[in-house]
DNA sequence: ACCTGTCAAGTCTGG
DNA sequence: CCAGACTTGACAGGT
């Protein structure tokens, strides 16, 4: 099986590269001049599309071949605030360039809404919200050009005390959704309330493909079986990947591999959190397993070190390559791993 | 140059 | 019913 890692949107090896810079409302309602201030929010997104194109730059240089947009690229994008400001006209063109540059040299990129988009909420206005949330990240998307393959990864959402009804409501609300949107979305299980079963259930309901984590799948692991997950759970959820592929009319795997998230324990105490660096030998257990089915993979690093770790991860690998543990780094950001 | 409290948004817990 | 925790990078305002 072949591996491809990616890491999530900064870099620590890039100086002044941040792509979520941003402005308060409190500062933009401080401004005497209100166009002024509006300028200033598009020349700080311009910004933040420069450092993001800097970034997939460095990517590429590191022969690294998947990597995930910040989500504040265009600060107060959806802020009541500052409508009908339309940040999308001005941006156009960088954004294409960010875009093509990732088409033309075979960068899989996403996008991963924060926890404001949550469409099992009971609350209208919340689901309201995590429309126009959704909608400004698909608008992104479309401006770089990317098609259907770029995904926008969220999360169930909320439990609201029954867990079940907030499944349904989620599978309702998201149902709701244009083909335009809904086929823009992958669902991910989380490490509080909806685990792997519970998330992959929805995801095959409602027609989208899912993101393993398997950092949030040890913390919040519901009633599944250690050898479950591998043997029952993980050839369905590649199945959710190959239903997308044969939408898309993509004969190989390799133009939309299956993709999942992997990070660390922070520690014994903090279990949830994340730590700095993705510990090599609980990884290449798993690829390995996932291998016995699967030939092509990407998994998404959720380090703090951000591209640094993914750096270590690959010596990491190389090491465990020497000593015959069943993985071959093939260069800067792939391995190809062995099936136990 | 560096430090600290705050930031648009949601949900859960505990009081 | 409400305050605080959760979690995270960056601002904003101060020294």
């Known amino acids: 099986m072949i591996v491809r890692f990616g890491f999530v949107a900064m870099s620590l090896l890039l100086e002044n590269a941040s792509p979520s810079r941003t402005m308060t409302y409190a500062t933009l309602s401080k401004l005497d001049d209100r166009e002024a201030g509006i300028r200033k929010l598009e020349r700080i997104a311009e910004e933040n599309l420069q450092s993001t194109l800097r970034i997939l730059k460095h990517s590429k240089a590191h022969e690294i071949a998947m990597y995930r947009f910040s989500s504040k690229l265009i600060p107060l994008a959806t802020h009541e605030g500052v409508a009908p400001w339309n940040p999308y006209e001005a941006l156009a063109p960088a954004f294409r360039e960010v875009g093509g540059f990732a088409k033309e040299k075979g960068i899989r990129v996403s996008f991963h809404p924060d926890h404001f988009c949550v469409f099992s909420t009971p609350r209208p206005e919340v689901l309201q919200n995590s429309e126009k949330d959704l909608i400004h990240h698909v608008r992104m998307l479309e401006l770089m050009n990317l098609d259907e393959t770029a995904k926008n990864n969220i999360h169930m959402g909320g439990a609201y005390g029954d867990k079940v009804v907030a499944s349904e409501r989620f599978i309702e609300q998201f149902s709701r959704l244009s083909p335009t949107y809904k086929h823009r979305v992958t669902l991910e299980n989380d490490d509080k309330t909806f685990n792997v079963k519970e998330t992959l259930a929805a995801a095959e309901i409602v027609g989208v493909p899912m993101v393993l984590d398997i950092h949030h799948h040890a913390v919040n692991p519901g009633d599944i079986l250690e050898d479950e997950l591998i043997e029952a759970l993980w050839p369905r959820i590649d199945h959710t990947w190959q239903i997308e592929r ?3 009319g993509l004969a ?14 922070k520690s014994l105490s903090d279990p949830r959190g994340h730590a700095d660096f993705v510990e090599a030998e609980p990884l290449l257990h798993f690829l390995r397993g996932a291998a016995r089915t699967t030939s092509y993979l990407d998994c998404m690093l959720e380090a703090k070190s951000k591209d640094a770790a993914l750096l270590q991860l690959m010596k990491d690998m190389k090491e465990l390559e020497q000593n015959g543990q069943g993985v071959r780094v093939i260069d800067g950001g792939t391995i190809e791993v062995t099936p136990l």
């Open 246 to 248: 044969i939408r898309l």
């Open 252 to 265: 190989d795997i390799s133009q939309l591999p299956p993709k999942i998230h992997a990070s660390s324990p």
